[in-house]
Structures are given as C-alpha cells and as structure tokens.
C-alpha cells in the first residue's frame, strides 16, 4: 500500500535537477549472468526541520529543510525505476516544532507524530534510531514510533525482558523483501538487509531517560555478531545505517564516531551513515585512509553521509550482479545533492507543498507559542563573535542558570558555597552553515528567542568541583583555539574548525560590587592544546588557562564550587575530564531553557547598556605580539561591529557563501 501511495502521490511532488542517469549496465543475454542497478536514497539528522522554515528567525530559508529534499528524492526516483529510502536518525528533536509535539502539546494515544505523517506518504523503507531520539525519554520515542508505517532498526540497544535476559530494545534489523526489474526486464526478488546503530554514548547523554532501562553495546561489535547472521537467513544485499560519525583514526571498545571500522566488517555491501553533520563524499575527507572519493567508498564500500536538516540527499547507485544464488556488488557510485549552491546562495530546487500541507496545524501551532511575548530588549543579542570573546547571548544564558542555582541552593546544605554558571554558544556557523547563528534585533522577546538562546531541551544539572577541575574543565574548552607561532606568519588563524563550538564552555560568576567580573581568567593560545577536541590528554605539560581567580583572588585546587551546567555535560558529554555523573549534587527537573525563560521574564527589560557589561570580561585571549588573529564567521556580523562590545574586532573581508574572515585587535 505504501508504494501504491508513493505512485499516486508522484504528480503532488516538483521536480529537482537534471542529471546524467544513474549506473549503466549492458542488458542480460542468456550467456551472461543477471545484472540488476539498485538505487538506495538516504535522509539523516532532519531535526525536526521537516518545512524549511527557520523557527528562530520566523521566516522561510532556502538552507535546508525535508521539504526540499523531497523534491530530489522524487528526481531521483525518477531516474532508477529500482530503488529504496531510509532515514538514518535524529528525527523528532531538533527544533521548536519537536519541542511542541513532545512537551507543550503532547502526543494523544492513537495519534500520528508529524514527522511520520510526512514519512509514511513519503514511502520510506525503513529507518534508524538516532541518539536524539532518546531525549525525550523512552515512553515518547516508543510511541512516535508506533505511528510509522515502515520498520526501524536499532541493533546495539539491549534491555531486560520479563525474565531478565537481555534483548533487543528494538528491532535490531530487517529483511525487505522487493521485487525489482533487472537489466534483461526480468523480475528478480530480493531480500535487502537493514541494520541500524546508535553511539553507545546514549547513555550517558540521556542517563537520566535511560539509565536502569537499557543499555548500548559496541557498534561494531554487535555488527560483527549479527551481520552473518542476516547472511544465514537469505539477506542478498546488507545495507547498514549507522547513526555515527567517520574519523581518520582508529577508534577503540564503544566509540562514538565507528563508520570506518564498519566498513571493514565483512557482509556490509553498503554504508549510509550520519550523526556528524558533515558530508560524504566531499573534500572534507580527503586524506582520510581507505576513501575514495571519486566513487564514493569506504575501505571499498559504498558509502554516503547527506549533511543535516536535509541539506543534501545521499544517492547511492549499486550494480549487482547475480552468480549463482549470490547478488554481489560489481560496481558502485555514492554522491551527494544539494538543495542550494552554497557559493552563490542560490535555491537549486522549490519546496515540495505537500510537508506544508500535511503538519499545517502542527506548524501553526508552533508558530503562535513561538510568538508569545516574554521581555523587551533594547540591545541586540546575538552570538557571531561568542568564540572570540564574551558575548551577550552566552551571558545572558549564564545569568539565568546563576539566579536558578541561587535560589536551588536556598536552606540547604549546599548554600555558602561559591556558585558557578557555565555556558556555550549554541550558534555558532561553522558545519551547521554562516546563517547559523543568534541574531535578535532590539525589540520585543518572544518564546522563539528564547528557543534561540539555548536549542536544546536539556536539563539543570549542579556539580560540585574542586579549584583544579575546573581549571581542567577550561583547559579542554580552550582546545577550540589552534596553536598560535610568535615567531610564524604574521598572520595567523584562530579557531580549529574540528572543535565544537558548543563544547566552548565559559565559567561565570555573579559580578562583585565595584562591576568586576566574579570569575576571570585568560586564555594563552601560544601555548598547545592540553586536550584534543575528544577529551584526549595531549600534552601534560601544557597550561592556556592563567590567572584564574574567584572574586579577585586566584583559586586554590581544594576550594569546592557548585556549578551549574546541563545533563549533556554533567554526565561527560564532549569527553570533558572528570565531568560525569558522581559529581553532580542538584538533580534538578527543570529544563535549562525554562530557567532562561524565567529570568527574563522577571527583569522584563533589558537595558541598552546592557552589552557594555562586557567591557570587563570575564574571560580573554592573550595577545600575540607580531601576529594578527583572524578567524571566520558570519558576515551579518558585520552589522554589530559599532557597538562597544565588538570595539576589538574588525571586518576582513566578506565572502560569497555568507561568511566573512574577522580579524581580532589586541
């Protein structure tokens, strides 16, 4: 019936780019085994951003959204008569629209979560579990699943049964069986293989959804398990969908990032994997051991990652190739389709109306909660510059967390000791895109600026800590900066594209009386990294962080400190050094976007001087002498560089996709 559907439903969908056709193979002749192409079509890390509409900005963007991607999808069908959709995972959380369906108007029994209505008319063949699925706790992510009508696959999550015994928290894998036309027009049936794996690290960014409930097994060895496996009962072709991400180097027991060692597992004939938002294939994995980027391929497998919020769609073409009773992979093309040319920031395919039509309700819906007045602003806030230096959007959050821990602490033991906030930028371009940033204009704040403010629905955590962990804490948020050479070029950049802007984290205290910031220390980027960007001691010896001190007094390894973060990095989230679970104090039930929420809405009004707080900071890069900083951002930055706080920074240069190389004045 699914299919019947997508049929009927072809005319509904417009048409993407042309395109030269997919693999060509010669006809079948009676002296020549059976050839057959196969097209395999993959979404992954949609967030939720199934219209492309931006929540944050309230307007329509041509920078991603499923809506798009379906107009390739339907192109792309169209070129192979044989051919299958998956979607690789984190789905159902993402943006405002997920927040919505999960926590402000929750899912009713016997109701259809958006994304699905708009997954099953699609005609998707089967789909994985991505770790954020998870954040919403098990009870939701069980039943949003009910209401797709194609199966998922999860294989490396395990939970107690009636008896006690371990078993599959899901459906670990498929076997589809379809029928499909070879290139003699012979109608060949076969069974394809659908596996899924998650990052074992699950369980500890959704501990509190998760722990005692069930756990995660290494990923590949759980494929090296149940792959021959999927062989002994008939599979012809296996197609693993791996929710993780691809490093250059070897990963060891429950990595997170393992489509390399994947690829090397025997059985898997192709490899469709996400989680990194990043692109495969692309020059960003040239280099990378076993890549070939010109096919494709992994270790020799096809493989293909399409980016995030359906900014690419992956096409994989397989020719196959029949000997015997085995289908086997003669020849393969992986690539990638854009649904905007990031250089000239033209649209290169329209919305499909049907994303529109399908969730109108849930859209609106969003929108009207989105829009509701919280506090006034008389000062921009927005986060191009928050890698650089102390920014308003990451403060503001810092402030809001500060006020809740003061009023938690209240009456307990806990109070009287020194009270911390830490505090990332969310938004911060980069791999997400040099649109994505927070950029709120003076004026009313609505629920939506909140949203941007702080993207994610996490929940307060409080840890308490000695002087020198937090000393380690900052050394591993200072790895963002690349090593800077007093005696190399004159100029020189700044940041390491590799480093998560959200792993940035930024310790603040509340400011002592005569304005001076609670907490202050520098950074020394001549120095070299303590920590690489996965938490990995490189360099003992190496110290950026100097002159830490807690209200103008350096801070002593033994003083004890509450700090205030969210359950991603209290359980170790971003492989902080000594950051998990047995240091946390205050298990809070509020979400850290409420507490935002809260404190805006009791100052009402932000004041125009409120940016020029940051004139002492309560961070700051040393500078270099002989070298100039420069780094990249979005060039709407641009547009903030009179105000005060932005005094040391200065314009370079602007550049066609939307960024702009800054550079940073002493």
């Not at 048409?15 to 997919?22: E, I, M, V």
């Not at 994947?262 to 960003?284: M, N, Y």
Request: charged share 20%.
């Amino acid at each position: 019936m699914r299919r019947i559907a997508s049929l009927a439903l072809s005319s509904f969908f417009a048409l993407g780019l042309a395109w030269s056709g997919p693999l060509q193979a010669a006809p079948a002749t009676p002296s020549k085994p059976a050839t057959l192409k196969l097209r395999l079509l993959q979404t992954s890390d949609l967030h939720m951003n199934l219209l492309n509409y931006d929540y944050y900005q309230d307007r329509e963007t041509d920078d991603y959204g499923l809506a798009k991607t379906i107009t390739l999808i339907q192109r792309a069908r169209s070129e192979a008569p044989n051919h299958l959709l998956f979607d690789n995972g984190d789905l159902l959380q993402g943006n405002p629209l997920g927040d919505l369906v999960a926590r402000i108007q929750p899912l009713r029994e016997g109701d259809t979560h958006p994304a699905y209505k708009v997954l099953n008319l699609l005609g998707v063949d089967a789909a994985n579990v991505g770790n954020h699925e998870f954040n919403y706790g098990l009870p939701f992510l069980r039943q949003a699943l009910a209401g797709a009508s194609f199966p998922y696959v999860s294989a490396n999550v395990m939970e107690r049964g009636v008896q006690g015994r371990l078993q599959h928290a899901f459906t670990p894998y498929v076997l589809l069986q379809r029928q499909f036309k070879d290139e003699a027009g012979r109608t060949q049936t076969l069974k394809i293989g659908v596996i899924g794996f998650v990052p074992p690290q699950i369980m500890q960014w959704d501990r509190r959804h998760l722990q005692g409930r069930v756990e995660a097994r290494d990923i590949v060895e759980t494929a090296r398990a149940l792959v021959p496996r999927m062989r002994a009962q008939g599979a012809d072709l296996v197609v693993a969908l791996a929710h993780s991400g691809f490093e250059k180097t070897e990963q060891g027991h429950l990595a997170e990032n393992t489509v390399a060692e994947l690829a090397r597992v025997p059985g898997i004939d192709a490899l469709l994997f996400g989680h990194a938002h990043a692109e495969f294939p692309s020059a960003q994995f040239a280099g990378y051991p076993g890549v070939d980027l010109v096919q494709g391929r992994i270790h020799g497998v096809p493989a293909a990652m399409p980016g995030r919020w359906g900014d690419h769609l992956a096409v994989v073409d397989l020719e196959l190739q029949r000997q015997g009773r085995r289908w086997t992979v003669q020849h393969s093309r992986a690539e990638l389709r854009p649904i905007l040319d990031r250089a000239s920031r033209r649209a290169l395919v329209k919305a499909d109306p049907m994303v529109a039509h399908v969730i109108a309700r849930e859209h609106a819906d969003t929108l009207q909660a989105l829009r509701a007045p919280v506090a006034h602003s008389e000062v921009a806030i927005h986060s191009y510059f928050s890698q650089v230096q102390p920014s308003l959007a990451v403060d503001l959050v810092a402030r809001a967390q500060l006020s809740y821990l003061e009023r938690a602490v209240q009456g307990t033991a806990l109070e009287g000791l020194p009270l911390l906030s830490a505090a990332a930028p969310f938004k911060a371009g980069g791999r997400q895109g040099w649109n994505f940033y927070t950029d709120i204009p003076p004026g009313p704040l609505a629920a939506k600026h909140v949203a941007d403010l702080y993207l994610y629905p996490n929940q307060i955590k409080v840890l308490k800590l000695t002087g020198a962990e937090l000393r380690e804490w900052l050394e591993m948020s200072a790895g963002q900066f690349r090593r800077i050479d007093p005696a190399g070029p004159a100029e020189q950049e700044l940041l390491d594209d590799d480093f998560r802007a959200y792993n940035f984290d930024s310790l603040y205290a509340a400011p002592l009386a005569d304005g001076r910031p609670g907490l202050s220390y520098t950074i020394d980027v001549r120095q070299p990294a303590r920590y690489s960007a996965e938490g990995k001691l490189l360099q003992p010896q190496a110290r950026r962080i100097g002159d830490l001190r807690y209200q103008g007094r350096p801070i002593e390894d033994q003083a004890d400190f509450l700090v205030i973060t969210n359950h991603y990095r209290a359980s170790g989230g971003g492989g902080f050094p000594g950051l998990n679970a047995s240091k946390v104090v205050i298990d809070a039930p509020d979400e850290n976007r409420e507490a935002v929420a809260a404190y805006l809405s009791g100052l009402g009004r932000l004041p125009a001087d409120t940016a020029g707080a940051q004139a002492l900071p309560a961070w700051r890069l040393l500078p270099v002498p002989g070298v100039q900083l420069k780094f990249r951002s979005g060039a709407a930055g641009a547009e903030h560089l009179k105000r005060a706080d932005t005094a040391g920074i200065v314009l370079i240069e602007r550049l066609p996709d939307g960024s702009a190389w800054y550079r940073l004045q002493p």
